[in-house]
């Protein structure tokens, strides 16, 4: 959010390999992505034989190569990345679901019974996960036109919301902006969009909607910020229970990825 606070930036760019992380401080939230998510090798099955059985068959059902690339390039993203600060071999790694589809780590290791979480976004050919010590909401979106943008946005956005984007000098962007704060607040929740979003405002200096009852929990002070990735036409956002004083983000190429992963 670029009226509201610093936007983030990339802070530091893997050179010839990929280290994995080892260390997250308590407070810390490390935002990883990966561009180029379209990429066909990861059809291969030297790739895929890196999976789990069930993630295979859940690519399997998946419509259109594009979406099933993007699906297994977040696995493999899921998989180094987690296994580097469970200190894990990435087969060992084991999930569960929320009651509304939020996938949480259940392996039974230390970083997850000290609370290690995730949350996972994809859109066009980037995917990108969101790891910290607590519940986090990450949301990417592609910037693209809306061909029935007043009916989306009436839909969709509170009257406060239409207006913020009505008046911004960069109307498309800045309703990327709310879609991806929307989104990012309900998947911190872990109630997805199962929830109205017209019902949702997450504009700018407003008060959240406080819909901590739905998923029986004690009401939190949510910070939800927006990421200036260094991606061209993308709109990105993180929802965590209190601000996190400044994520790490962390680029890869899908390249790096097909390779890195052991
Ligand atoms: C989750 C959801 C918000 C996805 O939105 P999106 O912008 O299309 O997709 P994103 O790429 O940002 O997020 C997808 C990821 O979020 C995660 N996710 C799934 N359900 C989630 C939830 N309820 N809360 C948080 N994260 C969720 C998954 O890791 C998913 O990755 P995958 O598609 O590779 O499996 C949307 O699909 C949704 O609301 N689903 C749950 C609500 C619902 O209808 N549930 C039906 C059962 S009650």
Redesign the pocket.
């Known amino acids: 959010m670029t009226r509201e606070g610093s936007p983030v930036h990339a802070s530091s760019v893997p050179e010839d390999r990929v280290e994995w992380p080892r260390e997250l401080s308590p407070r810390g939230v490390d935002v990883w992505y990966c561009t180029g998510s379209h990429h066909p090798a990861l059809e291969e099955s030297s790739v895929l034989n890196r999976l789990t059985v069930e993630q295979r068959s859940q690519a399997d059902r998946l419509a259109g190569t594009k979406n099933r690339r993007s699906?297994l390039a977040?696995r493999l993203l899921l998989q180094g990345v987690l296994a580097g600060y469970c200190e894990c071999e990435p087969s060992s790694l084991e999930y569960s679901t929320?009651a509304?589809?939020?996938?949480f780590l259940s392996s039974p290791c230390p970083a997850v019974t000290a609370g290690l979480q995730f949350?996972?976004?994809?859109?066009a050919e980037v995917v990108a996960v969101a790891v910290g010590y607590m519940p986090l909401?990450l949301?990417i979106e592609k910037q693209r036109p809306l061909t029935r943008e007043r009916a989306f946005l009436a839909r969709q956005f509170s009257p406060a919301e239409q207006e913020y984007v009505r008046c911004s000098p960069d109307p498309q962007s800045s309703l990327f902006e709310i879609w991806c704060r929307k989104?990012a607040y309900?998947?911190a929740l872990?109630?997805?969009?199962?929830h109205p979003l017209k019902k949702c405002p997450v504009a700018p200096g407003c008060t959240l909607p406080g819909l901590e009852p739905l998923i029986g929990q004690p009401r939190l002070d949510w910070d939800i910020r927006s990421l200036a990735l260094p991606l061209p036409d993308y709109a990105a956002a993180l929802c965590s229970p209190a601000p996190v004083p400044s994520p790490r983000v962390i680029p890869l190429t899908c390249a790096e990825l097909l390779e890195a992963t052991p």
């Open positions: 699906f977040a929320g509304f589809g939020k996938p949350n996972l976004s994809r859109s909401g949301d989104e309900l998947k872990g109630l997805g969009i199962f």
